[in-house]
């Protein structure tokens, strides 16, 4: 996309990346869902310089309809080998927050033919690994999660980095609603939930963020990797603060912001 042909808001969301300096949502209009996509797509590969590899989706339920997909910077990403904590510190955490996930990594290229067809253990079977993953989350609103839906959706759904433990193997039979996991961040108590994924099984949206993702000709390249929604809600996150995760079977993970 070009810089003439970047949407307004793209570019004032890019500005506020590079600057620091938070937007008020007030001043801008709410955009609707093509526009939302296109700002997405223009501040996340203008970031990168090039397309997406690295994606979010998730929802409050088992609603295609109330789901939402971003496209992220794959350059904000960070995987750490067996027990390292990985160190995140410089980044713009404005309003920030983290999230304990898992995500998944599609091993082949898909196209908007084959993701029309695909169910969810058709969509799984793409996948060739799976880790646990720590979602940090930021605002470049002022106004934080008090800010439109929309304008929050045009902000990459307040992305900041996203940070994955090692790759496993995929265990199409694994029971997630039994599923153990904990965050803690700084000196806080741990955060424990059992089985509270919103969609129950994670996978359950790969079809239907697959079919977004091939929108208008698109394809998703083999190794894009996506994370797939908080299991433990968006906890506040400062500066300096480790937060760090576990899921029961899976592992372990850990960064200091």
């Known amino acids: 996309m070009t810089q003439q042909a970047m949407p307004a808001l793209a570019n004032a969301l890019l500005q506020a990346h590079h600057n620091r300096e938070a937007l008020d949502a007030a001043a801008w209009p709410l955009p609707d869902a ?6 997405q797509h223009a501040v996340a590969e203008t970031l990168d310089a090039h397309p997406a590899r690295t994606w979010k989706s998730g929802g409050p339920a088992r609603d295609p309809q109330r789901l939402g997909h971003s496209p992220l910077p794959s350059s904000r990403m960070q995987q750490a080998r067996a027990a390292e904590s ?3 510190c410089g980044l713009w ?7 304990a996930e898992i995500a998944f990594r599609i091993g082949r290229q898909v196209d908007d033919e084959l993701a029309a067809g695909l169910d ?3 969509a799984l079977a793409l996948c060739d690994a799976m880790a646990i993953s720590i979602e940090l989350t930021a605002s470049r609103w002022r ?9 929050r959706q045009a902000d990459l759904q307040s992305h900041a980095a996203l940070l994955l433990g090692p790759w496993l193997p995929l265990q199409p039979k694994r029971d997630w609603s ?3 996991c904990q965050i803690c961040i700084g ?9 509270s994924h919103s969609l129950i099984d994670p996978a359950w949206l790969l079809p239907h963020w697959l079919r977004f993702a091939c929108r208008e000709g698109r394809t998703v390249p083999a ?5 797939t929604g908080s299991w433990t809600g968006n906890l506040p996150l400062r500066p300096g603060q480790l937060v760090a995760i576990s899921f029961a079977g899976l592992g372990e993970l850990s960064a200091r912001a």
């Open 143 to 151: 106004e934080g999660s008090a800010a439109p839906d929309s304008l």
């Open 93 to 99: 955490l404005a309003n920030g927050g983290a999230e």
């Open 178 to 180: 039994t599923q153990a």
């Open 187 to 195: 000196d806080a108590e741990p955060v424990r939930r059992v089985g």
């Open 120 to 122: 969810q253990a058709a």
């Open 86 to 88: 990985l160190e995140v």
């Open 34 to 39: 093509s526009e939302i996509v296109a700002v």
């Open 223 to 227: 190794g894009t990797v996506v994370t």
